[in-house]
């Protein structure tokens, strides 16, 4: 592609120059860099002595040649007049500056082929990674844990200025609800093989956009353990980092892509929590350099948190309870709420006749307390309806659950469910007029349900009170009814929620 159609600024960088971190130099000259590390100890890497350098040099250029073999060419040992080695560089490929990727977004050029280049190279790479029980072991929901444990302890000085102490605590209290209740969720991670040795880096800054490809560079080579990690932890990481650059919609994109090469199923919620593991800790970092005096470090450990915040809250696991008397609308609710979240709806009629053996949409009418609506199979119905509901929450599904709900202790079994799972109860009631309820049952199509009139007339008459639902009117048009039902699912908005690659859940084999 030429530089003309791409927007892209044409031409490598020629002239001589040096960059400087904590823990090392990078010298460019003409077409190339050479990277030396500093003789530093900081705790968390040793370049002390020669021979350390020497090793580290050397891992680097293995681990990264995995992402990037035309950029890092070789070990360079520097001598003294005596020939003996005194140190040593890393030799690579020089990137032009102004094509990193970070430099682009902030630009605003088209870079959708590009990240989607990059989605591919990372799924690719995880499919072929080293997997052990080493490495499984940084994948537990414990070792998360953990790692977001040491994270609070550290912010917990800066709460106030530069975080919001409300907001931190908030964040503390969603990160362990998730992890509490989500442990089948990571032991399935682990064993579906997704769990690897990764990037453990993936920055913007780092990634470079070439005409026949990007380069991803700078994996984490310090310590190994930084870099076993799920693989979708791994891309998350690149998403916060595009959030960070202002560029959400090619954060969304980007985890899509990475999630469609990989074949990943991962629930909603997950993602969301990556991400924001990723953005909390570099608002933990940005905190310790405030501590240190950085003018610019408060507004962008706040910033970093406000994301954290903000995909931890559109990451909740909830279950929603939306019932009614028949004819109130209350399953095209639960279908269009279901919809617009990406959540798993399972359906208490369709469940009822597939457990008897009966295709849905086959009638089976029968009054009220007798047949297949008799009290026994009404109890196991709402008993299956909440153990199929307890398998998806556990592995970080929200769930939406359309039945009726008229029975107060069906109510409450859920309430204890939702409990012994950390899950966020919402619970809808959906009401109508009279006759337009009775109107919808007279003329609606053949459906699941087999509920007429003089069903809903003896529900009604045994119903119990619901004083824990909030009331929705669906005496109007569907779009009116389903703002005001999103409005109390996620009262916080939902314009950060990643909709799932694949179709809700209706109901599990």
């Known amino acids: 592609m030429s530089h003309a159609n791409t927007g892209l600024p044409a031409g490598p960088d020629v002239s001589a120059a040096v960059s400087e971190t904590h823990t090392g130099v990078v010298f460019f000259v003409g077409d190339r860099a050479y990277k030396l590390k500093k003789p530093v100890s900081l705790g968390f890497l040793d370049f002390g002595t020669r021979e350390a350098r020497e090793r580290a040099c050397h891992r680097e250029l293995e681990l990264n040649r995995r992402f990037s073999p035309d950029v890092y060419l070789d070990v360079a040992d520097v001598h003294d007049s005596s020939g003996r080695p005194r140190d040593h560089l890393v030799v690579m490929r020089r990137m032009p500056s102004g094509r990193r990727l970070s430099t682009l977004v902030a630009s605003q050029v088209a870079v959708d082929d590009a990240l989607r280049a990059v989605a591919r190279q990372l799924a690719a790479w995880h499919a072929r990674a080293p997997r052990n029980a080493e490495i499984s072991a940084e994948g537990t929901r414990d ?143 940005a905190c310790l350099r405030h501590g240190q005096g950085d003018p610019a470090a408060s507004a962008e450990a706040a910033a970093l948190a406000d994301v954290a915040l903000r995909h931890l809250r559109a990451g909740e696991v909830t279950l929603v309870l939306v019932g009614g008397l028949p004819g109130v609308g209350k399953s095209t609710l639960a279908g269009a709420l279901a919809e617009q979240l990406g959540w798993a709806l399972i359906s208490s009629d369709r469940l009822r006749k597939e457990s008897a053996g009966i295709p849905p949409e086959h009638a089976a009418a029968a009054p009220f307390g007798t047949g297949l609506y008799d009290q026994p199979s009404t109890s196991r119905t709402y008993a299956t309806l909440l153990d199929h509901a307890r398998r998806l929450l556990a592995r970080g599904e929200s769930v939406v659950l359309d039945a009726s709900w008229t029975d107060r202790l069906h109510r409450e079994a859920a309430e204890a469910l939702a409990t012994d799972l950390h899950a966020t109860l919402v619970q809808l009631r959906c009401e109508a007029p009279a006759d337009v309820a009775a109107q919808r049952l007279r003329t609606r199509p053949r459906g699941y349900s087999d509920a007429d009139h003089a069903v809903a007339a003896a529900m009604a008459g045994r119903a119990d009170a619901w004083p824990e639902a909030s009331t929705i009117d669906t005496d109007r048009p569907v779009e009116e009814s389903l703002d005001s039902a999103v409005a109390l699912v996620r009262p916080h908005g939902h314009e950060h929620v990643w909709h799932s690659p694949v179709d809700p859940v209706y109901a599990l084999p």
């Not at 907001?167 to 579906?192: N, Q, S, T």
């Open 143 to 285: 070792a998360l844990l953990s790692r977001w444990a040491a994270s609070f302890d550290q912010v917990r000085p800066f709460h106030d200025r530069p975080l919001s102490s409300t907001g931190a605590r908030e964040i503390e209290r969603l990160v362990r609800a998730f992890l509490a209740g989500r442990e089948p969720l990571f032991d399935a991670r682990i064993a579906d093989g997704r769990v690897i040795d990764g990037h453990g880096d993936l920055m913007a800054d780092d990634i470079f956009v070439l005409d026949d490809g990007p380069r991803v560079l700078d994996c984490l080579e310090f310590d190994d353990k930084l870099r076993y990690l799920d693989g979708l932890d791994d891309a998350s990481f690149l998403a916060m980092d595009l959030e960070r650059l202002a560029a959400p919609t090619l954060a969304r994109r980007f985890i899509r892509w990475y999630s469609e090469y990989a074949a990943d199923p991962a629930p909603l919620s997950l993602r969301h929590h990556y991400v924001a593991y990723r953005a909390f800790v570099r608002a933990k970092v």
